[in-house]
């Protein structure tokens, strides 16, 4: 089956610094790749969603110039937050989907961020 | 866009007991609707998922079923045991895979030994 990895699986930084988390396809070529946020006990909220080769698309609400997106290839995306502040601790999961004629999301293994 | 109300937030059932878990939908247009199980921590996993031409899905203890007229979709757990208790998510998507999940609210599903 399709598999998604996520990197790191958790990450302390300190406040104003930048961070980066990766979303690996692993055995298929992922054309578009979706990073969501999870605040606890709280439901996925869709932040962007990126094409390989072409800018994300960003929800209302959320600031392109800090959480900066890269698909430069068919199986790798990133997420950096930028000058990161206690309010951007929270868990973030990309899902991957492929177009092959069927809708298929498979989620990475989630990111537990933590500014302090 | 679309939105997806999902009740009831928090559900207690007795082992053996059935669990429903209801979600409504706001765009007509979507046509694929995934259920999800998250246990604390990790990633959500996908468990049964229905489209829109069709009005129910079985797999083994749990069933989906949908009513496009009303725009609603429910899961339905049946013969619950310790392992089901996670937090639920129902979600709807319109097109072919280009767009992201709208998720609902999510259910914490308890299941009383």
């Known amino acids: 089956g399709a598999v998604v990895s996520q990197h790191p699986s958790w990450v302390i930084c300190k406040s104003g610094t930048s961070v980066k988390i990766e979303c690996r396809s692993l055995d298929f070529q992922a054309t578009t790749m979706f990073w969501y946020r999870q605040f606890p006990k709280q439901s996925l909220m869709l932040m962007a969603t990126?094409?390989?080769?072409?800018?994300?698309?960003?929800e209302q609400g959320v600031e392109k110039d800090k959480f900066l997106i890269n698909h430069a290839s068919l199986t790798l995306s990133t997420l950096t937050v930028t000058s990161a502040h206690p309010e951007d601790s929270s868990f973030y999961i990309c899902?991957?989907?492929?177009?092959?004629?069927?809708?298929?999301?498979?989620f990475g293994s989630g990111t537990r961020l933590t500014v302090v | 866009g679309e939105n997806v109300e999902q009740h009831p937030s928090t559900l207690s059932v007795q082992e053996g007991d059935s669990a429903v878990i209801k979600c409504t939908y706001s765009d007509s247009a979507s046509n694929y609707f995934p259920w999800y199980k998250q246990e604390l921590g990790k990633r959500p996993q996908l468990i049964i998922d229905?489209?829109?031409n069709v009005g129910e899905k079985k797999d083994q203890r749990i069933a989906v079923t949908l009513n496009k007229t009303a725009k609603h979709f429910s899961l339905h757990i049946t013969e619950t045991q310790p392992e089901d208790s996670a937090v639920y998510f129902c979600?709807?998507?319109w097109g072919g895979g280009a767009d992201g999940l709208t998720f609902g609210k999510g259910t914490h599903l308890i299941i009383q030994p």
């Open positions: 229905i489209r829109s």
């Open positions: 990126s094409n390989e080769g072409s800018k994300a698309t960003y």
């Open positions: 979600a709807a998507l």
């Open positions: 899902s991957a989907s492929a177009h092959e004629g069927r809708v298929g999301y498979t």
